[in-house]
């Protein structure tokens, strides 16, 4: 099991954000998923928010939210905000969003497990940036090579990289658990689109395929770009909440994020959502962060044929 770093704290057994509420997540972890609930789970900075918004607007058939914030109110973050909270406030339909690894995710053979997977490569870059760009990290100044470290280590958010997908991979064959890829999202949304709704709701797919210019709207919404706009302005726009009234409407676990960071230089954009490109990380790594990483993904991946699934962009 990973160790915890200045950055996180070890609440039964899984690495979470010293800025979340351990109150809220533990109560995620006895979250009971009712049947037909959309979960979707991801190791962070995998395109857990893309794949919200793509399930978001299939359930919406391309209807955009009044408010960019509605986002976060009909795709709960289990972990941050707790069972509870995440059941009480969302907006239906809606589909719930966990970071939880397979052995700790609130399982149900009823529910719906959609996984997004990305190259470890890009990942590590990815969440580099996440970490240096929400204040609640405290990791503004921080260096490459300190995250680098830590994420070979598994001292970050939810732990090792590996120990997170590897599971979720073998379970892909599960009747409830739709596995897909970063990567196969970017080279074919409209694919992952119509499989996505077909495991969600066969009604839907069946509604897709009558309504091509729906799809169409579904894909625009969808965008790389529309969804880094969306999200981008949704996620400022929570962490600016200065009325009174709204904060105390707000489920706990949000209050305690907005009260932790009072004392935090304040940041007016908030960038949740940097690049979305593959391969990034060879502007980033050095050669030999590259040969570690290499070394490692043999090391980690030698009884499984996992890794196949970037070899094209890696």
Not at 71 to 78: I, K
Not at 117 to 126: G, L, T
Not at 189 to 212: G, I, S
Not at 286 to 311: A, C, F, G, H
Request: proline share 5%.
């Amino acid at each position: 099991m990973a160790a915890s770093s200045r950055f996180t704290v070890n609440i039964e057994g899984v690495n979470i954000s010293v800025y979340f509420s351990e109150e809220c997540f533990r109560s995620a972890l006895r979250f009971k998923p009712k049947p037909d609930d959309v979960i979707i789970v991801t190791y962070p900075k995998c395109g857990t928010t893309w794949m919200q918004n793509l399930v978001l607007n299939i359930l919406r058939r391309g209807r955009t939210f009044e408010k960019p914030s509605d986002f976060y109110f009909a795709s709960p973050f289990l972990d941050q905000l707790g069972a509870e909270d995440s059941e009480n406030m969302m907006i239906r339909p809606g589909c719930y969003k966990t970071h939880l690894p397979l052995h700790k995710v609130p399982w149900s053979d009823d529910s719906k497990y959609i996984y997004v997977a990305r190259n470890p490569k890009d990942c590590c870059v990815s969440f580099y940036h996440h970490m240096k760009n929400l204040p609640g990290y405290q990791f503004a100044d921080g260096t490459f090579e300190e995250f680098f470290d830590l994420f070979i280590k598994g001292q970050v958010e939810f732990g090792d990289y590996f120990d997170h997908l590897l599971p979720w991979y073998n379970a892909r064959h599960c009747a409830n658990v739709y596995f897909t890829t970063f990567e196969e999202m970017k080279r074919d949304l409209k694919k992952v689109a119509k499989e996505v709704a077909t495991f969600v709701d066969e009604n839907e797919a069946r509604y897709l395929d009558e309504n091509p210019e729906v799809l169409e709207r579904i894909l625009h919404n969808c965008s790389f770009q529309e969804t880094k706009k969306m999200v981008n302005a949704g996620l400022s726009s929570l962490y600016q909440v200065q009325d009174k009234d709204v904060l105390a409407r707000l489920p706990k676990g949000r209050q305690h994020i907005l009260k932790y960071m009072e004392a935090l230089p304040k940041k007016d954009n908030i960038l949740f959502i940097r690049k979305g490109e593959i391969g990034s990380y060879k502007q980033e790594l050095s050669p030999k962060q590259n040969e570690i990483l290499n070394e490692l993904i043999r090391e980690r991946t030698e009884n499984s044929d996992v890794m196949t699934l970037w070899e094209k962009c890696m």
